[in-house]
């Protein structure tokens, strides 16, 4: 593996050909535009143009860099490889739609689910593209309903034999993947219906994500594993003004899973992200700490609305990762929710691999404040039984739930200024000594 992956650089141009070390452009002076249809490419948006896109993006980079123009239309594409100095523009009224044929997607050395492997390339792929930039007011839409539907009917005819199906083998694409990228910017364009993943930032460095709409169905066919945005190893990542409801997780910190995850070069922690003025629709998460993640540091959530049944923040603890959780701040969040924090053991794809190591996770140093909020259930705080807990603080926080008790097994939780029901917290109901909180009653 590790000399496959030394080759990564050989087998990834064979895309991205001819290859040019990156020129930075000029103070004052504004890429060239390179429209997609002068290159060929057309809006039948039943007839391929994956050629003339890529076309499009070679000349750009042969040219010393410029921003490859997506005009109005329809133009159906599978993979395309950005190249140094190339930028993305889709014009009001543009959309890049995705080919539904998994063949129009290379499988190549890839990354998934915290782990190096060989994969399908992405609808729109950057590979160490410093600069790189997305930006709107159109569309990229991922056509991912063939490959949901395929999803659920291989799992669905593995649990009639008794066996229980990965993620992985009903072959989808993601909608955008950026690796070993620094500056990077999406912004105020629409991500749609990805087959897979929507948004995958892996070892990428100074990145913005601002005012994108990204979404994917719940029904009539749910989009399964469509996460919002996937921060993988990153640092300095920002999300603000963006609208998430996806099918799977809003926004998940990602960096490696198993007994050895924290010794491969290949995984790395997560560090420095601020999420702002987002609202998060329907999502099975808002704020997600796993499930492959080795170390998330300085995560700060604030100044956001929420409106589904499902957590706020979730930690998905596997027993089979040492997993570091640490200096985590939600504020000034309002709407509704199922919980505001759920802490639990996620064992999903659990494998040890033969290891002897016992894992377990830390967490430390949670701070929620400023937090108003309908909820089922106001937390939920239970791990794996050797995690490690401490310094959760909830800080001015005003919960109506229809569940009043919550599970709390750990002693360093502390309240301040905390309302559930109309009554003051000073511990946890049902674990520490406390006021007797009644349920809310359903409207």
């Avoid at 993947?177 to 087959?195: D, M, P, R, S």
């Avoid at 603890?317 to 701040?329: A, C, G």
Wanted: hydrophobic fraction near 40%.
């Amino acid at each position: 593996m590790k000399a496959l992956f030394a080759l990564l650089p050989l087998i990834f141009t064979a895309f991205c050909l001819p290859f040019q070390a990156e020129m930075p452009e000029p103070k004052g002076v504004a890429p060239k535009d390179y429209i997609i249809t002068e290159f060929g490419a057309g809006s039948d948006s039943t007839q391929l143009s994956t050629e003339a896109i890529q076309r499009t993006i070679d000349k750009a980079n042969a040219d010393g860099g410029g921003t490859v123009v997506i005009p109005k239309g329809v133009f159906l594409s599978g993979a395309l490889f950005f190249k140094p100095n190339t930028q993305l523009r889709l014009q009001a009224g543009a959309k890049l739609k995705g080919s539904d044929n998994i063949a129009h997607y290379p499988l190549i050395p890839s990354r998934m689910e915290g782990q190096s492997l060989d994969y399908y390339a992405a609808l729109v792929n950057a590979y160490q593209v410093n600069n790189f930039r997305i930006t709107g007011p159109g569309t990229i839409d991922g056509n991912g309903l063939r490959f949901w539907k395929n999803f659920w009917a291989h799992r669905d005819s593995m649990q009639k034999i008794g066996k229980s199906s990965t993620n992985l083998e009903v072959h989808r694409p993601r909608l955008l993947f950026i690796w070993g990228c620094n500056n990077v910017t999406i912004e105020n364009v629409k991500l749609h219906n990805a087959g897979f993943w929507t948004t995958h930032l892996y070892k990428c460095t100074n990145v913005l994500i601002e005012g994108c709409d990204i979404r994917s169905p719940f029904r009539p066919v749910k989009a399964p594993s469509t996460d919002a945005v996937d921060i993988d190893a990153c640092k300095k990542v920002t999300v603000r003004n963006c609208y998430i409801s996806v099918n799977d997780d809003g926004i998940v910190m990602k960096g490696g899973k198993g007994p050895n995850a924290q010794k491969l070069p290949e995984n790395g922690a997560v560090e420095d992200v601020l999420i702002e003025n987002v609202t998060f629709g329907e999502v099975h998460a808002a704020v997600t700490m796993g499930s492959e993640c080795i170390h998330a540091n300085r995560i700060t959530v604030r100044n956001c609305w929420v409106d589904n049944d499902r957590p706020l923040l979730l930690f998905k603890m596997r027993p089979d990762t040492y997993q570091l959780y640490e200096n985590i701040t939600v504020d000034n969040v309002t709407g509704r929710c199922g919980t505001i924090v759920t802490l639990s053991p996620w064992t999903q794809f659990f494998n040890m691999a033969g290891s002897t190591e016992k894992p377990f996770g830390t967490i430390r140093n949670i701070t929620i404040s400023n937090v108003k909020v309908k909820c089922k259930q106001f937390a939920v705080l239970n791990g794996n039984p050797t995690d490690k807990v401490s310094n959760i603080t909830f800080k001015n926080v005003d919960a109506t739930a229809e569940t009043a008790a919550f599970p709390n097994k750990y002693s360093d939780v502390k309240f301040k200024q905390v309302t559930l029901n109309g009554v003051a917290l000073k511990a946890a109901p049902g674990n520490q000594d406390g006021p007797v909180v009644k349920p809310l009653k359903p409207d």
